[in-house]
Nanobody, 116 residues
């Protein structure tokens, strides 16, 4: 059974930083495109950042230059470094693993709150 477990969320002041982690079990992440999504209250879930099996990355325009996604296949983990956080970054952040064969897995999410 594939499980994705996020950690690292919390309360941070505007301008601060957080590092989210997603640890996978029941599979090896090296065969998946890994992504971070977020969902703010009353809004749809949106892609924040993704990293392919080859290490190519893409980011939402709203986080470019502030967030960095990375993966460590040896640790079966993916990370999201978030800097210069803004109140509008407040959301539940979800880890996702997907591949071209139709696999699509989600974690349960971790809450990030940016507030003074």
């Amino acid at each position: 059974q594939v499980q994705l477990v996020e950690s690292g969320g919390g309360l941070v002041q505007p301008g601060g930083s957080l590092r989210l982690s997603c640890k996978a079990s029941g599979t090896i992440i090296s065969i998946y495109t890994m992504g971070w999504y977020r969902q703010a209250p009353g809004k749809q879930r949106e892609l924040v950042a993704a990293i392919t099996t080859g290490g190519n990355t893409n980011y939402a325009d709203s986080v470019k230059g502030r967030f960095t996604i990375s993966r460590d296949n040896a640790k079966n983990a993916v990370y999201l470094q978030m800097n210069s956080l803004k109140p509008e970054d407040t959301a539940v952040y979800y880890c996702n693993a997907r591949n071209s064969y139709g696999a699509n897995y989600w974690g349960k999410g971790t809450l990030v709150t940016v507030s003074s």
